[in-house]
């Protein structure tokens, strides 16, 4: 699967963006899918996932009730919608994609998009 990530920018805070990941190469509902974040001198650290067909999320507790995960598997895409960003949620944000189940583990994700920028500003 290849995953590219678009949507990054720089924003105000309590201002909003929608990151969008488009997969090609491999079945996308046979793929449950993420969003992770690395911060300046920050590791990596998990964000949203959304099972196949859509039914199951799960947030992290920093992000829960601003952001909300979806996909349309119709094309082969996942977004991202970020509402009420704070200066902390600035990272790259990365899609990633795991074969048959939902995770939060990074370790388990089997395939990684490039990432793209969000900046938000105070």
């Known amino acids: 699967v290849q995953l590219q990530a678009s949507g990054g920018g720089s924003v105000q805070a309590g201002g909003s963006l929608r990151l969008s990941c488009v997969a090609s190469?491999?079945?996308?509902?046979?793929?449950?899918m993420g969003w992770f974040r690395q911060g300046p001198g920050k590791e990596r650290e998990f964000v949203a996932t959304?099972?196949?067909?859509?039914?199951?999320?799960y947030y992290a507790d920093s992000v829960k009730g601003r952001f909300t995960i979806s996909r349309n598997n119709a094309r082969n895409t996942v977004y991202l919608q970020m509402n009420s960003l704070k200066p902390e949620d600035t990272a790259v944000y990365y899609c990633?994609?795991?074969?048959?189940?939902?995770?939060?583990?990074?370790?388990?994700?089997?395939?990684w998009g490039q990432g793209t920028l969000v900046t938000v500003s105070s």
């Open positions: 190469g491999r079945t996308f509902i046979n793929y449950d």
């Open positions: 959304i099972s196949w067909n859509g039914a199951t999320t």
């Open positions: 990633a994609a795991r074969y048959i189940g939902h995770s939060i583990h990074e370790y388990e994700y089997d395939y």
